[in-house]
């Protein structure tokens, strides 16, 4: 029996030596320096990631996180002067412009949560938000302040509710207090929202 349950060991122990490093990585990422948070722009996160302390930017520029099909726990932090430029964002597939945010698209099945943008700026073309560009999924306690432009479906926390994609929203305890400027679609909270849930939630700041 002990010998069985050693070769069932060693035989685990050599399957998982030729899994790529990736495979073998932890599912939470922790984010704890700026460079951390910037290296995740342009890609597609998957699992828990969490932010371990308060951010400052400022004067460095970021890529949207293409996608969050995960949880991120901004654990109370602040992330401040987040800043993205993108007026002119290429299309996808569908010939829609890609969205800009902090995160461009999130999931059905993405959290958001415990998170604060403090004196951002950003602008973008189509589905332009302060956290998420396009957004699905449930967002809660989150705050966002700054700048958001763009042409439509701009919004302070969000761009919209199922920009370009499907799936529901909740966003619960969330607060903006953003100058959002747009083209049409525009809104202080969300520039557009289809089949999303409000509870608790508020905006102030301006809107042209």
């Known amino acids: 029996m002990k010998k069985r349950i050693f070769s069932l060991l060693l035989v685990t122990a050599l399957v998982l030596s030729l899994l790529p490093t990736a495979a073998l990585a932890s599912e939470t990422q922790v984010i704890r320096t700026a460079q951390d948070l910037i290296a995740l722009g342009g890609q597609e996160m998957t699992g828990t990631i969490t932010l371990a302390a308060d951010l400052d930017l400022d004067g460095q520029q970021m890529e949207p996180i293409a996608s969050l099909n995960g949880v991120f726990d901004g654990q109370g932090h602040t992330i401040s002067h987040l800043a993205m430029d993108h007026p002119f964002q290429p299309a996808d597939s569908n010939g829609i412009s890609l969205p800009v945010g902090l995160f461009g698209r999130t999931a059905q099945t993405a959290v958001i949560q415990n998170l604060h943008l403090k004196d951002l700026s950003i602008?973008?073309?189509?589905?332009?938000?302060?956290?998420?560009?396009?957004?699905?999924?449930?967002?809660?306690?989150?705050?966002?302040?700054?700048?958001?432009?763009?042409?439509?479906?701009?919004?302070?926390?969000?761009?919209?509710?199922?920009?370009?994609?499907?799936?529901?929203?909740?966003?619960?305890?969330?607060?903006?207090?953003?100058?959002?400027?747009?083209?049409?679609?525009?809104?202080?909270?969300?520039?557009?929202?289809?089949?999303?849930?409000?509870?608790?939630?508020?905006?102030?700041?301006?809107?042209?």
């Not at 958001?148 to 994609?165: A, E, F, H």
């Open 123 to 208: 602008r973008g073309d189509s589905g332009v938000g302060g956290l998420a560009g396009s957004f699905s999924g449930r967002m809660y306690h989150c705050t966002v302040s700054g700048e958001v432009s763009g042409k439509s479906d701009v919004g302070g926390m969000v761009g919209g509710t199922m920009v370009g994609g499907t799936g529901n929203a909740e966003l619960v305890d969330c607060h903006v207090d953003v100058q959002v400027t747009g083209t049409g679609g525009t809104g202080g909270f969300a520039g557009y929202a289809g089949h999303a849930w409000f509870e608790g939630c508020s905006a102030k700041g301006t809107v042209s």
